[in-house]
Each structure stands twice: as structure tokens, then as C-alpha cells.
């Protein structure tokens, strides 16, 4: 065996969508972070007025987002059996279920005058949920491709191809699950953002670490 096929044999193979899904990742928490610098920054003008009211969608939608983030993980699991495939439908109706609570939410926020138009808060509120929410559906999108096109593969399909089909399906829903644990956390950090943060935290905080707090204006 030459030099050449022995380092082909040992290195492994470097999955495309793996790293295709961390690099996305990492661009969408580029972003977010940077939505979350303006606002802590916009915090400093003289209309800001903090959000006062939670609406219990939230809560609710966090659960349902929970719940799918968990199925997904069942599913990741289970990817090869019956289980993983009910695992992985169940956890794209929830999250079909949080993007509905997530319309109550803002309904109820609208009811209580929480406009969009009404403050910069607001403003941001619906900024943020609203492309969260746009992220869920991407994911939903390329988990109904990705899964419907492995399934009715796998009908047609030899020993040896229907195998692969397999392989390649679980690791579509692997990667579906780290997704969706990825949405998770980054809804947690936006909802922290969102009602958890105030002017006078980001002045403690800046003050700790010897940063000057954006100033009123």
C-alpha cells in the first residue's frame, strides 16, 4: 500500500453539512450578537422603557420549543427504528406549535398596547422573536426536504444503497437535533435579553469590569 492510500484510509471523512451547519451557526450568532449590542446601546436614550409584561405564550412557547428540542434528541437516538422517525414528526409538530404561540404571544403583547411602533422595546421585541422565529421555520424546511427525500429513497433501494440511505438519514436528524438545541439556548438568551435586562444592569455589569455604561441621552 503506497503512502497515498494509507493516508486516505486513516483520515476520516469530513462531513460538508456538519461544518456547513456549524459555519451557519456561527453567522447567525454573529448576528444575534450584534442585535444584542444595539441593544443594550439603544437602552441609553431617554424613550426607552423597559418591557414590563410577560405574556404567558411565552412560557409556553418556551416549553414547546423545550419539548422539540428533546424530541429531536429522541430522535437522534433512535434514528434507525420507528421510534426515531416519530420522534423526529412529533418534534417538527412542536415546533410548528411554538411558531403558533409565538403569534399568541404577539397578540397578546399588541392587546396590551405593546405596539410596534409604540417604543424602541417593543420594537426590538418583535425584531428579535420575529427572526428567531424565521430560523425555526428554515429549520423545518430542511428537515421536511432532507427527511422526505431520504424516505421515499429508501423504498427503491438495494441492500448496500438502502444502508447508506439509512446512514445519511440519521445524520440528517443528528444534525436536526443539534439545530435544534442551538434554537433552544439561543431563544433562552433572547428571552433573557429581552425582560431580564435593564439600564441599570448593563451599568452594574459595565461598572464591574471597569467599562463606561453607555450614557443617557
Known sequence: ???????????????????????????????????????????????????????????????????????????????????????????????????????????????????????????????LTGLHGLHVIGGLLAAAIAGGAMLRGAGHSGGAARARRRSRLAGSIALCARYWHYLLVLWLALFALLFLVTPDLVQVVCESVGIRPPQAR
Open 1 to 127: 500500500m503506497s503512502a497515498l492510500d494509507l493516508s486516505k484510509s486513516t483520515v476520516p471523512a469530513v462531513d460538508a453539512r456538519k461544518v456547513g451547519l456549524w459555519v451557519f451557526m456561527a453567522v447567525v450568532t454573529s448576528l444575534f450578537m450584534l442585535f444584542g449590542i444595539a441593544y443594550v446601546m439603544r437602552m441609553a436614550m431617554a424613550d426607552w422603557q423597559p418591557l414590563r409584561y410577560v405574556p404567558a405564550q411565552l412560557w409556553f412557547s418556551t416549553a414547546l420549543l423545550a419539548l422539540a428540542s428533546v424530541a429531536w434528541e429522541v430522535a437522534r437516538r433512535s434514528a434507525h427504528g420507528p421510534a426515531g422517525r416519530r420522534a423526529g414528526i412529533l418534534a417538527c409538530a412542536l415546533s410548528l406549535a411554538f411558531l403558533l404561540a409565538q403569534l399568541w404571544a404577539w397578540q397578546a403583547m399588541m392587546a396590551m398596547d405593546y405596539r410596534v411602533d409604540g417604543n424602541p422595546a417593543n420594537s426590538f421585541f418583535y425584531l
